[in-house]
Nanobody, 129 residues
Framework: QVTLVESGGGLVQAGGSLRLSCAAS????????MGWFRQAPGKEREFVAA????????YYADSMKGRFTVSRDNAKNTVDLQMDNLKPEDTAVYYC??????????????????????WGQGTQVTVSS
């Protein structure tokens, strides 16, 4: 069993930055596909970013390209989401997710909630205008 815990959320002004971290416990997430999703009030949970553990494959939602970067910290067994140039529309609860798969044969699977087996409890990000 894998437990994921997100941290790093908070309140930031538009144009600012935040760095979210996802810590895993239960087992090492070696070779796991890791994803970040978010859910704004009244909206469905949506894809933000995903990467293979090695980093050889990385995907971002179109609205996050160039602003968000997903990376990993081997020493801490964490996957981080660096968010720059934040906008009020980025306000949401951000969730970390992990898959039992090393790689998806189709890129479409990286974007799907159902592709991920483990989820964190979420961390709130609020961007003020």
């Amino acid at each position: 069993q894998v437990t994921l815990v997100e941290s790093g959320g908070g309140l930031v002004q538009a144009g600012g930055s935040l760095r979210l971290s996802c810590a895993a416990s239960g087992r090492t997430l070696s070779d796991s596909i890791m994803g970040w999703f978010r859910q704004a009030p009244g909206k469905e949970r949506e894809f933000v970013a995903a990467r293979t553990w090695s980093g050889s494959t990385t995907y971002y939602a179109d609205s996050m390209k160039g602003r968000f970067t997903v990376s990993r910290d081997n020493a801490k067994n964490t996957v981080d989401l660096q968010m720059d140039n934040l906008k009020p529309e980025d306000t949401a609860v951000y969730y970390c997710a992990a898959s039992d798969f090393v790689r998806f044969y189709s890129s479409a699977y990286y974007f799907r909630l159902t592709s991920y087996n483990y989820w964190g409890q979420g961390t709130q990000v609020t961007v003020s205008s």
